[in-house]
């Protein structure tokens, strides 16, 4: 079966960018996209199709997918992107996501 | 206002059954693939299920596939999720979600309920 593999943690400090990356075969074949999740929330679409904004999302959050490796970047971080996110891609007709990646604001 | 609900979680005992329910408003039902998604305690999404938008197919994850069924009412713009032969590590927050239109928020899943959490503890 198709695995999707993201780092469990990544730390940024305020004001720089985050990089958190999606690891699978063949991965930029496939369209990526990316959650967020804060404690006790249902999960946001931040990204979709590897590099798309949903309404409503900064413009400080992009995507990108090449190669094996899809990459969420968030460009000058703010405490409030503190948060757990994934990444899910279609193993079709079927549906992977990303373990999580932790994003500490430090 | 466009919302999706999720209902009829709980606590139940191993080897039992449970069905979820996900009631939409606000948007076209019928037009959407849906999608159940589960959170155990803890830990990671994981994928369950997806019925698309008319209910003429429907795929399951490995780990849910001949206990679980997913189905839909167009009428009533409500998703199930039938849940049987429930086991320990079945317990989770499940939540369903709206997989975005064709042509615009594609292969993602736009929407999401709250979610409901389901036990199975003797």
């Known amino acids: 079966s198709y695995e999707l593999t993201q780092p469990p943690s990544v730390s940024v400090s305020p004001g720089q960018t985050a990089s958190i990356t999606c690891s699978g075969d063949?991965?930029?074949?496939?369209?990526a996209c990316w959650y967020q999740q804060k404690p006790g929330q249902s999960p946001v679409l931040v990204i979709y199709?590897?590099?798309n904004r949903p309404s409503g999302i900064p413009e400080r959050f992009s995507g990108s997918n090449s190669g094996n490796t899809a990459t969420l970047t968030i460009s000058g971080t703010q405490a409030m992107d503190e948060a757990d996110y994934y990444c899910?891609?279609?193993?079709?007709?079927?549906?992977?996501f990303g373990g999580g990646t932790k994003l500490t604001v430090l | 206002q466009v919302q999706l609900v999720e209902s009829g979680g709980g606590v139940v005992q191993p080897g039992r059954s449970l069905r979820l329910s996900c009631a939409a408003s606000?948007?076209?039902?019928?037009?959407?693939?849906m999608h159940w998604v589960r959170q155990a305690p803890g830990k990671g999404l994981e994928w369950v299920a997806v019925?698309?938008?008319?209910?003429?197919?429907?795929y399951y994850a490995d780990s849910v596939k001949g206990r679980f069924t997913i189905s839909r009412d167009n009428s009533k713009n409500t998703l199930y999720l039938q849940m049987n032969s429930l086991r320990a590590e079945d317990t989770a927050v499940y939540y369903c979600?709206?997989?975005?239109?064709?042509?615009?928020?594609?292969?993602?899943?736009?929407?999401w309920g709250q979610g409901t959490m389901v036990t199975v503890s003797s």
């Open positions: 979600a709206r997989e975005g239109e064709v042509g615009t928020i594609s292969l993602a899943f736009d929407m």
């Open positions: 606000g948007f076209t039902f019928s037009n959407y693939g």
């Open positions: 019925i698309w938008y008319d209910g003429s197919n429907k």
């Open positions: 063949k991965l930029g074949d496939k369209y």
């Open positions: 199709q590897d590099n």
């Open positions: 899910q891609a279609w193993d079709s007709p079927t549906v992977v």
